[in-house]
């Protein structure tokens, strides 16, 4: 849609409304349609223009169609308000045809009303209409409908098909128009970007949403399963109408399109606590020995490893969790340059500081025997049950099931037992091959001794075990690293690699970082600063390691994104 309708006043939908509840859910889709290479270079200013016109050109065929659409909604509304509604929003949509012609000419488009429609504009306008003639499944056939009310459920289901395209596009117009700079002039997307972020476009898409929740209201939990699965739909057409766009140009993403894995070798690494998963694994360990523990009046059996009870491991874990956080603190503070400058060296110096104390902290761990008498299957179960992070299984299967991309994915980890990361990625199906670098819990016939075989316990640590694998791959490929982390004990393996990627919101890591001179750069804006760099040729190297500059992600689809897009 070129031209947003006119608005006759914002309406703000509540928090726990039906449109917005399925727009937080499915935020994946809408991440993937933001980082498409089409919306990149579009936000960069960069788009071709001739791959513009052919975008646009589609807005009529959507507009007919949202149009039909609304008239068949109203048509099926029982109430004078959600008739007089939408009524209003169809009388928009006719505005906005009105004036298409005139909005795309300012583009050098003169053959809108002969461009054919593609095959992905086709399938969303079929859904919609599709949807607006009752072609929903589980629901009569519209000539069939008995009551009123059936053919309201209707013009809730033609809403549920339309507006996630409304929110989709007031999203994509904000994220866009926060990164126009007020000093450039030349953008030529400007008037587009600005179009769908305008208060009327963002109110329009407001009582669109608002309108939707009305008719929801007395529709059954089946019912709104049905809108549910219709929006997700529409969802999906969005990304597949962005990644249909023809782009001719290089683009900076998905980082996987050109990789051939002849001449190209993958390296991505990634930590895992608290970057693969919800709770840390000490946390879970931890647990696992309270509650397996004896009671304080049970007697041991002989010849078993003598454990505390547990209320006195409750207290000994809570005693050592204050103090590492204290030290911690002070650790972090104690390290902290006075003048702020990007020098990975000596933020390596600084860093061994942090190592030190990593291995004091591990060692009164072993000395408390907090970790004593864990068996090894209740280790594994807990893993089995871990939580990954949203998005982080997806993308891992997919990457390492490729076989044209030939990965190698890496797990970098302070975790004091890497079988259950291994129980974990197991789980999930397919991540066997993940190579794992953590330490492991001693066991004596499957029984855990509170001893740990340390591999991999400091800053240090992670990035002697980064470079003795980059090291050892092949000089006759060209290598592409790209690190995951979200802590300080990721940040020397972050800077070093092409790419490294801060997921989470770790105040200590963004506290040093930010003394030591590194850019904590968003992702999505620094793609788009990056396709503006991007060489018409694409042959520039745009990826390189300790630049002092580090992307961060809000979760795992961005990604997921970046690396595979759609």
């Keep these: 849609m070129a031209i947003p309708p006119k608005s006759v006043g914002a309406v703000i939908p509540t928090e726990d409304g039906l449109a917005s509840r399925f727009w937080i859910k499915f935020r994946r889709e809408s991440v993937l349609s933001l980082y498409s290479p089409f919306v990149i270079c579009l936000a960069s200013g960069s788009l ?5 016109r052919h975008c646009i050109a589609q807005d009529v065929h959507f507009l007919k169609a949202f149009a039909q659409a609304y008239e068949l909604a109203e048509d099926c509304a029982d109430d004078d308000d959600a008739k007089l509604a939408i009524s209003k929003l169809r009388k928009g949509v006719l505005e906005a045809l009105k004036l298409h012609n005139s909005f795309v000419q300012e583009w050098g488009l003169d053959f809108v009303k002969e461009c054919p429609i593609n095959s992905a504009t086709l399938k969303y306008t079929e859904f919609v209409l599709a949807t607006a003639s009752g072609k929903v499944e589980g629901l009569k056939a519209p000539g069939k409908l008995d009551t009123p009310f059936e053919k309201t459920k209707i013009a809730a289901y033609t809403l549920g098909a339309m507006t996630p395209c409304m ?17 450039e002039h030349d953008h030529p997307y400007k008037k587009w970007i600005r179009n769908y972020s305008s208060e009327g476009f963002q109110a ?4 669109t949403e608002d309108l939707l929740d009305k008719l929801s209201v007395s529709l059954t939990g089946e019912e709104l399963n049905i809108i549910e699965k219709l929006y997700h739909q529409a969802m999906k057409l969005e990304i597949e109408f962005f990644y249909a766009q023809t782009l001719t140009q290089p683009t900076v993403i998905p980082l996987t399109k050109e990789h051939d894995p002849a001449g190209d070798c993958l390296m991505i690494f990634s930590d895992f606590d608290l970057t693969c998963t919800v709770v840390d694994s000490s946390a879970i360990l931890a647990e696992i020995a309270i509650v397996t523990a004896p009671k304080s009046d049970q007697n041991q059996p002989e010849g078993q490893i003598t454990r505390m009870s547990s209320s006195e491991l409750r207290n000994t874990w809570g005693e050592l969790s204050q103090q590492y956080t204290e030290e911690y603190e002070q650790c972090i503070e104690s390290m902290l340059p006075s003048k702020k400058e990007f020098n990975y060296e000596t933020l390596h110096i600084a860093l061994e500081k942090l190592s030190d104390f990593e291995k004091r902290a591990n060692s009164r761990v072993i000395e408390s025997g907090v970790l004593k008498g864990l ?12 939580i990954l ?41 397919g991540l066997d091959v993940v190579n794992i670098h953590a330490n492991e819990l001693s066991f004596q016939e499957s029984v855990s001794t509170g001893e740990i075989i340390m591999e991999v316990q400091s800053p240090i640590d992670k990035i002697e075990a980064f470079d003795k694998i980059i090291q050892g791959c092949s000089d006759d490929k060209r290598n592409l690293t790209v690190y995951i982390g979200d802590s300080v004990g990721d940040l020397l393996c972050l800077l070093k690699a092409d790419i490294g990627i801060v997921i989470g919101s770790s105040s200590s890591l963004r506290t040093v970082g930010d003394q030591y001179g590194v850019s904590f750069v968003p992702l999505f804006p620094g793609l788009v600063k990056k396709q503006k760099e991007y060489g018409a040729d694409g042959s520039c190297c745009i990826w390189k390691g300790q630049s002092g500059i580090l992307y961060t992600a809000s979760g795992w689809d961005d990604i997921h994104a970046l690396f595979l897009g759609h």
Excluded: M
Aim: hydrophobic content about 40%; some cysteine.
């Design 48 to 52: 071709e223009i001739d791959t513009f």
């Design 204 to 207: 329009t898409t407001l009582q």
């Design 167 to 183: 929110r989709l596009y007031a999203f994509l117009g904000k994220e866009l128009e926060a990164l126009l700079d007020p000093n």
């Design 389 to 429: 992070q949203d998005g982080c299984t997806n993308f891992l299967q997919k990457i390492v099931r490729d076989e044209n991309l030939n990965a190698n994915v890496h797990l970098l980890s302070y975790c004091w037992c890497g079988d259950l990361i291994r129980a974990a990625f197991s789980s999930a199906g």
């Design 375 to 386: 068996n090894f299957e209740d280790i594994k179960r807990a893993g089995e049950r871990l």
